[in-house]
């Protein structure tokens, strides 16, 4: 058996394009977000040349707005420089009294406007910015934009406590932190508590959060799936914040998803099982660029169109999984036409316009800013195959030979010889000539050269980015000027899918291409909702809402890594003889392996659709909330203790080994518990029926022998007191000051 790579475990991963927005999000530059350690901070240039040719021409500047398409061009480079501010939203499982205790210790601590101040480096020095209160979301309950981004809040000595602040509140489960534009898609689900929702592409998990706390709050639940088994284990990491049975999670290509034979089509048209259906799918994620600076590098229109088919496949499989009549939405965090009006476009056709686009108006109605799709675009590519159909001459790579590497041959431009010097050795040449003079202020022409406006853009206003500027003159602005602008960046369009040659017809669908103008009329795709970084100050996304139901083949599935065991009738047994558990639906206690090491809770809606999985398709991850622990033998007289997670589940039912206690008893044994007081905790310290409630477990624990009166606990707890402590505390006092004044009049006498 070979070496195992993690190469080929990223492939693997990998191998149905990924199952998050952006798949080489994490291998971008860290050089683009730290300081340069030998000299001045380095100034961020957010710049791709070919991204910005490539939307110039698709007409995605101006549309969809009253502003020009040069001044909205202009807003968007700028935005796209600007740090991505923080947000968060307030969860619905929090009481109305927190949120206000939560809002007012918020402003308390950010203040009023200017109150609190940021210090960060430029590269003249260091800078002061005032920061801009915190400000509601108005389309997203109780979401909340701060005026700094994520890395400063970290980072910045001046919000230090304002992050402890919110790390308390985000581990407590009460807030989530989630960027603005990720809290549109479930909206736009309009959930109701009733409802069955499958996320096809879940993790993180942030959506799924969002999304569960809805349905937590009646009798539906949400079905979470990730391809990616690492990513499905932190999904349920994140969503264990709410611990609710209503969550199940399983590790599928969303492509793959399976459908249970119950849910099939029955020949009349019914089909699919969920009332909701969430497809968030991978994309470029170009929309993100504000807090990915890699993306400007990376970005291509290659991977776009490769994208394409399997963002088709997961949408065209979760339509299917949806009831006819049922909602879909299908979103990404990229701005191309490729990943968004082309997959919703072949969607309609694919299923026969069974599928509709729906206008959002929940969003609409309360200040959502956004654009409307696109009818039209064009198809365009950037790969070398593409480059070289179209005459592009493309200097080869240098390949490994036996013996070192073998350099092509390069052609030299007249008046470039380089006389067959190296670039390192060219380039050492150069700035040995031109080195770093001292100028009559002593300051170096490097450091001169620094404080210039960039040619290539303007410096912001902190002086922390270069804006990038391109020529706005009409005739730059010409469908030919901007089809040379393309061609120069290595981009060349296919005006009709004939035009694409059979070696790169796989690669540019048909399914790529903008619909006839009798398909748009029909298509409705103007209703689709296309997000700008300029329009909120937000990051870019789409968000497509559908109605109705399409068909689809079927794929095998099996084996789960997880089982949903019956508990046996003694074990049920014995839990509710030793905990009188009364009227709990102990259906629904279930084991994940045969051993029961935990006992778990689960939604009966839940249980009654995984029992419809007569053929073990789906692969389980997680299911429910623990309930009971197995105890060891050594340490208690019942096999099975209550877990934290799931107390709230058994307690209601529970009329035995229960204790009634206040918020101030209850504040005050975890104070003991966190800071280690046990021994100094006093049952005079509780309120008298807490010390009743304890004298009756003990009064049980003696009639069934478990109660050693040699424990310490006992006389820590019930039988001592206080004051007789403190008297005798003061008796012992006096007799020592006694017994050292005779000592010292002792000494005196000898001396």
């Known amino acids: 058996m070979g070496k195992y790579s ?124 005032k920061l801009k209160p915190p400000q509601p979301i108005p389309f997203i309950e109780n979401g909340w934009m701060l ?42 689900l309009s959930i109701e508590p009733h409802h069955l929702v499958l996320d096809t592409c879940a993790a993180p998990g942030s959506k799924t959060c969002q999304i569960l706390e809805n349905v937590s709050l009646g009798s539906g639940w949400v079905m979470a799936n990730d391809v990616n088994v690492s990513r499905a284990h932190m999904l349920v990491h994140q969503c264990k914040r709410i611990n609710s049975p209503s969550l199940v999670v399983v590790t599928h290509a969303g492509q793959e998803m399976p459908m249970p034979k119950t849910f099939r089509n029955d020949g009349e048209g019914n089909e699919g099982w969920a009332d909701r259906v969430l497809c968030d799918v991978p994309c470029t994620g170009d929309g993100t660029m504000r807090k990915n600076a890699g993306i400007f590098r990376k970005w291509s229109v290659n991977q776009q169109n490769n994208i394409h088919k399997i963002q088709l496949d997961i949408a065209l499989r979760g339509v299917r999984q949806c009831k006819v009549g049922g909602l879909v939405v299908y979103s ?87 006389g067959g010097e190296s670039r390192p050795a060219k380039k050492a040449k150069v700035e040995g000539q031109e080195g770093d003079k001292e100028d009559p202020c002593g300051e170096t022409k490097a450091a001169e050269e620094a404080k210039r406006e960039p040619k290539n853009g303007k410096m912001s206003e902190d002086g922390t980015y270069i804006i990038p500027v391109y020529d706005d003159s009409p005739e ?55 997000i700008m970084p300029q329009d909120m100050d937000t990051g870019g996304f789409f968000v497509t809402e559908s109605s109705g139901g399409g068909g689809q083949k079927d794929s095998k599935q099996h084996n789960p890594n997880q089982e949903i065991i019956p508990l046996s009738p003694a074990l049920t047994s014995s839990l509710v003889d030793f905990y009188g558990l009364s009227g709990a639906p102990l259906s629904c206690f279930f084991a994940r392996t045969h051993t029961a090491k935990g006992i778990m809770y689960l939604h009966p809606s839940v249980l009654s659709h995984l029992a419809s999985d007569d053929r073990g398709q789906y692969k389980l991850v997680h299911s429910g909330v623990q309930v009971f622990e197995k105890n060891s033998k050594n340490l208690s007289l019942v096999p099975y203790r209550i877990h934290q997670d799931g107390v709230r589940y058994a307690a209601p039912y529970m009329n035995k080994r229960k204790i009634q206690l206040s918020n101030r008893d209850y504040c005050t044994l975890v104070r003991a518990g966190i800071e280690r007081k046990e021994n100094q905790l006093r049952t005079c310290m509780l309120e008298e029926a807490t010390r009743k409630e304890l004298q009756g477990v003990r009064s049980r624990m003696e009639g069934e022998m478990r109660w050693d009166p040699r424990d310490v606990l006992e006389e820590e707890w019930f039988g001592r007191d206080r004051t007789k402590d403190k008297e005798g505390k003061g008796k012992g006092e006096e007799e020592e000051k006694e017994e050292k004044g005779k000592e010292e009049d002792e000494e005196d006498t000898k001396a």
């Open 147 to 188: 005026d700094v981004d994520r890395s400063t809040i970290r980072k910045n000595k001046g919000l230090k406590s304002f992050f402890e602040f919110l790390m308390v509140a985000s581990d407590s489960g009460l807030i989530t932190r989630q960027e603005t534009v990720s809290m549109v898609p479930p909206v736009a």
């Open 6 to 129: 993690n190469k080929n475990k990223k492939r693997k991963d990998n191998r149905n394009g990924g199952n998050r927005h952006n798949s080489n999000r994490h291998n971008s530059n860290k050089n683009d977000s730290r300081d340069n350690r030998n000299g001045p901070p380095r100034v961020k240039e957010m710049r791709s040349d070919r991204m910005v040719a490539y939307y110039t021409y698709q007409n995605v500047f101006g549309h969809g707005t009253k502003v020009s398409k040069e001044e909205d061009r202009k807003s968007f480079l700028e935005a796209s420089c600007r740090p991505l501010n923080a947000s968060f939203r307030i969860t619905k499982l929090a009481t109305p009294e927190f949120k206000e205790q939560f809002t007012a210790r918020m402003q308390e601590i950010l203040g009023s406007d200017g109150q609190i101040t940021i210090t960060y480096d430029t590269p003249s020095g260091k800078a002061v910015r």
């Open 332 to 418: 990404t965090c990229s701005m191309s036409p490729m990943e968004n009006e082309a997959v919703v476009a072949q969607i309609i056709r694919e299923t026969g316009y069974a599928v509709e686009v729906e206008e959002c108006r929940e969003l609409s109605e309360k200040g959502f800013s956004c654009r409307g799709g696109m009818t039209t675009w064009k198809v365009m590519d950037d790969r070398d195959a593409t480059r070289r159909h179209f005459g592009e001459v493309i200097e080869d790579k240098p390949r490994f030979k036996k013996g070192g590497w073998d350099h092509q041959e390069r052609q030299v431009k007249a008046g470039d010889d380089d």
């Open 476 to 530: 730059k602005w010409s469908s030919e000027s901007m089809i040379a602008d393309c061609n120069k960046e290595g981009l060349w369009e296919f005006k009709t899918h004939s035009d694409v040659p059979s070696h790169l017809t796989a690669s540019i669908p048909k399914g790529l291409f903008p619909p006839t103008p009798a398909e748009a009329s029909r298509m409705g795709l103007e209703k689709c909702m296309r």
